[in-house]
């Protein structure tokens, strides 16, 4: 093989793939217009309470997600460590040690905009484009090996500022929501800064060619397009106001 060519099909540095990782938050959900809307004091409370029902459909969807992940992995290492975000999303209880966990909170945040626990849980407010998107992504970490479930989770990235932003513009555009409601984000602001480490970890180790590392790409799209296609629905269903 000639120089060129091996300088063709040569894999990126780290850093480098890290960075084309990175650049795919372009395409994040927080740029959606429904999400913009939201961040920005336009939306009304009946959407509100739209995007919080219809958003519990993926919270619970996590971990299992994350469960298919361990059943697939067959490395004890990482098993003791993504383990951690099961607990973070069903809670745990541990002698005198006690979490309700982020779905419960999620439901507190529900409650805090008006909806009852029954009609969450219930998952009466869920369009069906919304969990249809949320099975593609439950379906896809239960067959895919789990390297690529992990690199899949890399939407992770992007998701501390978004979060960020609604702590910070929430309670000035939304004071009906009481503040303990957002308690949900305060918590994944450091949980998911923490979980990157992790997936990132992982993904820069096993997606070493440049075939891999392309594969990488492809995945965190199809994740980000997930995102992307749960708030075309809900903007379909609900509206976006200018």
């Known amino acids: ?58 919270q619970v969807a996590i971990p299992v997600k994350d469960a298919a992940v361990l059943s697939n992995c067959p490395d004890r290492d990482v098993r003791r460590r993504w ?22 909170a999620w ?4 409650i805090a905009t008006g909806l009852t626990r029954e009609e969450i849980t219930d998952f009466r407010h ?5 969990q249809f998107a949320v099975d593609a992504y439950v379906n896809f970490a239960r067959r895919a090996p789990w390297q690529e479930a992990v690199c899949s989770s890399l939407t992770e990235l992007f998701a501390p500022e978004i979060h960020r932003q609604r702590l910070a513009t929430w309670p000035e555009h939304y004071p009906w929501i ?12 450091t949980q998911a800064r923490r979980d990157v480490e992790q997936g990132l970890e992982v993904t820069l180790d096993y ?15 199809f994740k980000l397009d997930v995102l992307w296609a749960m708030n075309d629905a809900m903007a379909t269903a609900y509206g976006v106001n200018a």
């Open 1 to 58: 093989m000639n120089d060129t060519m091996s300088k063709q099909s040569a894999a990126w540095s780290r850093d480098d793939f890290e960075a084309r990782l990175r650049e795919q938050g372009k395409a994040y959900h927080i740029h959606h217009p429904f999400n913009v809307m939201l961040n920005t004091g336009k939306a009304t409370p009946d959407q509100v309470r739209g995007w919080v029902a219809n958003r519990f459909s993926y």
């Open 83 to 104: 383990i951690q975000r099961i607990l973070d999303h069903d809670g745990f209880e541990f002698g005198a040690t006690k979490d309700e966990g982020g779905i419960e």
């Open 107 to 110: 439901i507190r945040l529900g």
């Open 126 to 130: 869920v369009i069906p484009a919304v």
């Open 178 to 189: 009481a503040a303990e409601g957002l308690q949900y984000f305060r918590n994944r602001v």
């Open 207 to 221: 997606f070493n060619t440049e075939v891999l590392q392309k594969r990488a790409l492809d995945i965190l799209k």
